[in-house]
C-alpha cells in the first residue's frame, strides 16, 4: 500500500490529483502537504493535511516521517509568469526545493518520487511543430530552465542512486475546480470564467498563437498512469513528452461562440507574449503513448462543453 505526500496540495493540479489519489488509494493515505493554510473542505474532510514549505528539508523529513510517506509528487513550483517576476524565488522554490525532495527520498529510502516537468523545458530553438521526444532543450524562461534541470537531476538520480523518479512535460492545463496561479497558459482557464460571467474576454496572448493544452481530467489520468505504470517497461523517466490538443485563442473563442454565440474576444498583448512565442505549437508524444499506453480523451469542443457546463452551474450557484 502506498502512502503519498503531495506538495502543492492547494494548487491547481495538486487540489484535484489529492482528491483523484484518495479516491483510489484511500484517504487517509494520501497526505495534503502545502505552505498556504488549506481552505478547502473537500481537502479537509477527505484526509490529513500537512504545512510543508519545500525549500525547507528538515520540514518535508519530518512530514515523511511522521506520516510514513513512501512516495512524494511534487506539484510545488513557480510558475512562468510569475518566474519572470521573481527569478531567483523560481529557483529556489522550483529546483533547490525539489532537491530536497530527492535528498529526503534517497536517504528515507522511499519508493517514488513524482516531479511534473512542461512544454516550457523548451526554447525558441527548438522545432515547435510536433516537437519530438529528444530534441534541443534551451529554454529563455527561468520556469523553463527550472524544468530542464529538474528533468536532469531526476534522472541523474534514477542512474546515479537506482531512485524510482519519475515525471512528464504538462502542456498549459485547463480546470474548473482551482485557479492556476501565474502561468502563461492561464488565459485559456480565464476565458471561460469570463464567457459566462461577462460574454468577453481581454486576451493576453496575440489571436494566432498555437499552444499545446490539455483539460484536467486528462491531466490527472496522465499523472496517475504514469505514476503506477511498470517501471520495467519505462525507458525515459522524468521527461516525457505529453499531448492533447493544440489551440490559439481565436478557435478558442470559435470553440466558445458555438454555445454563447454573442461571446466576443479582443487582445491585449504583454510580456507573456515572448514566453508563449518560444514554446512549441503541437507536441510528439509517441513515447508516452508506447511506454505507458497514453491516450487522451478530451479534445477542445469536448472540453468547452464540459467546462462551460461545470462553470455556468457555479455561476449560478454565485461561486464566481
Ligand atoms: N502552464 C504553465 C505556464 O504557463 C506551463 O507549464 O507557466
Redesign the pocket.
Known sequence: MKKILIIGAAGQIGSELTLELREIYGGENVIAGEIKEITSEKLLNSGPVAKVDITDINNIADVVKKYNVDAIISMAAI???CGEQNPQLAWNVNMNGFINVLEVARELKLKQVFNPS???AFGPSTPRNNTPQETVLKPTSM?GVTKVAGELIADYYVFKYGMDVRGLR????ISNETL?G?????YAVAIYYEAIKNKKYTCFLKEDTMLPMMYMPDCLKATIDLFQADYSKLKHHSDFNLAAMSFTPAILAESIKKHIPEFTIDYKIDFRQA?ADSWPRSIDDSAAREEWGWKPSYDLDAMTADMLKVLGEKHKKGLF
Open positions: 510558475l512562468s509568469a512542461s512544454i516550457a520556469y504538462y502542456p498549459g492545463i492556476p501565474g502561468g502563461t497558459t492561464d514566453i
